[in-house]
């Protein structure tokens, strides 16, 4: 693998702060070390170090302008690089015959990359990392290899070494807020519900756009028509590619798609849409895409429905939930016995749920609901107006709820799986 340069003619810097341990100052600090730059990891929300003695400043692309670090180093004139491009510099040298695919995005980025993983295992070894973790795919199935890694761009780091020790053919990382130029195609998956970063002095989507400005040359782009750029193949609605019921529509072409009956579509029309897309962009034969989606019934955590004995449960807890997905869980899930599990684990996800916002949909909806159970801190002060029990976490809230064997359970937490 490629060892950091980081200046802008080309010479290689001699130290370099990498800024918030939180999300991968390390990895990415060690990684510079291997490369013999001396380079040491910073924390950033709850110490202060001086950055005179460095050339170079790495800080990842969500830290609000206004941390002292950041105003340290722009008053010293310090160059300053996102963890994106650092990680990518890093990773400049990965050979060419790994397929090395990014995805980005709003929404839909797990599944996007975990169905594109699924088409192409049947013709490639694939690595997959997403907040499921690193997989490694064959033939339409993936095994476990490591649990626990964020999708911070740093993570690129240990997924593409972890891909060259499997023999993997292809890499496919989601990755927050853009891409980091390693991509010999990316994937933006949409625009839509657009949100503030960096102490809200920017929108996400603006940091998404690395996908491009960070892009090697050559490199290809599928986007979501609600993105409005002009990429090598548009998807979703207005897009070339869409999934509809029954069907994956090429352009002005149809091709027959047999899904599971129990697949909740309307939650997974992008991501089936954005696989397709980059699969036909990547040579793979429609009718072979097709086939491989066959008799999908959904990702777990993401309104997968499991029938146990009896019991129908949907499980929609997973990073990336919001109170709009709370919302259409219901819509879609209208009837007797149902008992919900709903909330955060505060000690798994960097971005909570919109409390007000959710507080507002449970009372409106709370005579729809049997049993109501509470996961998190912030829900617990809700907990006597709307009669419902508590949890410290999903697990602790889905052994509640089963106590008392309900026949339809809804588990609606925002967590890292």
Not at 399 to 412: C, D, E, G, V
Request: aromatic share 4%.
């Amino acid at each position: 693998m490629h060892c950091f340069t980081g200046d802008k003619a080309g010479r290689r810097v001699s130290k370099v702060a990498v800024l918030d341990t939180i999300h991968g100052a390390e990895t990415i600090a060690q990684r510079m070390v291997e490369c013999g730059i001396q380079a040491e990891p910073l924390e950033v929300y709850h110490h202060s170090a001086s950055l005179e003695d460095f050339e170079m400043v790495v800080a990842p692309v969500h830290l609000s302008p206004a941390n002292p670090h950041l105003l340290q180093a722009r008053s010293l004139g310090k160059r300053v690089i996102t963890h994106h491009q650092a990680v990518g510099e890093l990773l400049a040298l990965i050979p060419e015959d790994l397929l090395r695919i990014e995805v980005t995005g709003t929404h839909s980025k797990t599944t996007t990359a975990l169905l594109l993983a699924m088409i192409l295992s049947g013709q490639k070894r694939v690595l997959s990392h997403t907040t499921r973790g690193l997989e490694i795919w064959s033939e339409g199935r993936a095994r476990l290899l490591r649990e626990g890694l964020s999708i911070t761009p740093a993570n690129v780091i240990p997924a593409a070494q972890e891909a060259l020790a499997q023999g993997a053919e292809a890499l496919i990382c989601e990755i927050s807020l853009g891409g980091t130029g390693i991509g010999e195609l990316g994937i933006l998956t949409s625009f839509a519900n657009d949100y503030r970063i960096a102490g809200g002095s920017r929108w996400a989507s603006s940091a998404k756009l690395q996908m491009l400005s960070l892009a090697r040359r050559g490199s290809r782009l599928v986007a979501n028509a609600d993105c409005r750029i002009s990429p090598d193949i548009s998807f979703a609605q207005g897009g070339l590619v869409q999934a509809l019921p029954g069907g994956l529509l090429y352009g002005e072409d149809r091709l027959e798609l047999n899904l599971s009956a129990d697949l909740d579509l309307p939650g997974y029309q992008t991501a089936i849409s954005a696989a397709a897309a980059a699969a036909d962009l990547l040579g793979v034969e429609r009718v072979e895409a097709a086939r491989a989606l066959e008799g999908f019934g959904g990702f777990s955590g993401r309104m997968k429905i499991e029938r146990l004995g009896g019991q129908t449960v949907f499980d929609s807890s997973n990073s990336g939930l919001k109170v709009a997905d709370v919302r259409r869980a219901l819509d879609k899930l209208q009837g007797p016995d149902l008992t919900v599990v709903v909330g955060e684990d505060a000690q798994t996800v960097c971005e909570g749920l919109d409390i007000p916002l959710l507080a507002d949909l449970l009372r409106e909806r709370r005579s729809e609901i049997g049993e109501l159970i509470l996961v998190g801190e912030r829900l617990r002060p809700l907990a006597e107006e709307l009669g419902a029990g508590t949890a410290e976490n999903r697990e602790t809230g889905l052994q509640k709820a089963q106590s008392t064997r309900p026949r339809r359970l809804l588990s609606a937490v925002k967590c890292f799986r």
